[in-house]
């Protein structure tokens, strides 16, 4: 109720229908700083309750009054507390499956929570948090991706359904997913090395080799490393932290519902472009596009169930060298492998 009167008179002001003095807003502001659960870190109702350990889209709500999307306080006097405990609290609200036989008013909400609790996790938690709770948050990101395209990716479209169990993609579904993507990081350089490290800080190199013909044991050090999703293969070694270019082709080395964002974005655009639907009900057709804009990947050949020895081997002649390296499903680049021709 609180959290809603709040964005009731920002959306007051914003629109010019009416203005509320500085002492008002400063006397709401103090009374969520004062009304801050230190158990959970979300906020206690009007009477003093926190019933389930609060609600999560309003506790989002009231967040960004302290601080900004990159952590930062607003207000000196009034910073914002209980970083950890919040996330500890909005992991365990995420970790709720979908109700069974749920409603599409249901699904909605659950679609909308999950947003709602990664964004407030990766956007305004994050700067402030331990890296034990950065841990325990990036594996339940693993999990919350995964579950996206188990649950809702269309191989035959390229394309993402907003309701589980649907036949067909729509601009909600793919919409939805596009945004999950972004805000864990895997569609922005800047945001990856935000949430994860640079690169020199997460790959792990595994040598450079000099070698007259690429054999399947060249590759068991890049294949047997854990938590590999898919294989990027370079003629050169990327440069400034640039993994979506120079890239000559990619391989999945085990069974994966998760795509390489090389492998998906292609498919993605191609679909949204080519769509009769204009509108969804949460967004648009442009609006996806636009999103999108910033992502430039050109498609490159998939492998799926064999590991591309000859073309990998082809590559290494034709060049002199040939790079590596694994993603995981949060498409962060964790290993790296080299080659040189004997």
């Not at 325990?136 to 990716?153: G, H």
């Not at 890239?247 to 994966?256: I, M, Q, R, S």
Request: glycine share 6%; charged share 20%.
């Amino acid at each position: 109720m609180m959290a809603s009167c709040y964005h009731s008179f920002n959306e007051l002001e914003r629109n010019n229908l009416y203005h509320f003095t500085p002492e008002w807003k400063q006397a709401l502001l103090e009374w969520f700083y004062n009304n801050q659960d230190s158990r959970t870190g979300y906020w206690l109702n009007s009477t003093g309750e926190l019933l389930n350990e609060g609600d999560l889209s309003p506790t989002y709500k009231l967040v960004t009054l302290f601080v900004d999307e990159q952590g930062k306080n607003i207000h000196s006097e009034f910073p914002l507390r209980y970083k950890d405990e919040m996330l500890l609290t909005t992991l365990r609200k995420l970790s709720k499956p979908l109700p069974e036989n749920a409603g599409m008013a249901e699904i909605h909400e659950w679609q909308l929570t999950r947003y709602h609790g990664i964004k407030l996790l990766t956007y305004y938690l994050w700067d402030g948090v331990t890296p034990e709770s950065r841990r325990t948050a990036r594996t339940f990101m693993e999990d919350i991706v995964k579950s996206k395209f188990a649950m809702f990716y269309l191989e035959n479209e390229g394309a993402f359904a907003y309701y589980p169990g649907s036949k067909a993609a729509t601009l909600d579904g793919t919409g939805d997913a596009v945004s999950l993507l972004d805000v864990v990081g895997v569609l922005s350089n800047d945001r990856q090395n935000y949430l994860w490290g640079t690169p020199d800080q997460r790959i792990t190199d595994l040598g450079s080799y000099e070698v007259s013909d690429l054999r399947e044991s060249d590759l068991a050090a890049i294949l047997n490393s854990p938590e590999i999703n898919s294989l990027r293969f370079y003629k050169t070694a990327p440069v400034s932290g640039n993994f979506t270019t120079g890239v000559v082709f990619l391989c999945y080395p085990g069974e994966t519902q998760v795509l390489d964002i090389m492998d998906l974005m292609p498919k993605v655009k191609q679909w949204v472009n080519m769509t009769p639907q204009t509108m969804g009900n949460w967004t648009s057709k442009e609006a996806i596009l636009e999103e999108l804009e910033t992502v430039q990947m050109e498609p490159v050949p998939v492998f799926k169930g064999e590991l591309p020895l000859t073309p990998a081997d082809e590559t290494l002649r034709n060049h002199g060298e040939l790079t590596v390296i694994g993603f995981d499903v949060l498409q962060v680049p964790r290993y790296k492998l080299s080659f040189t021709l004997h």
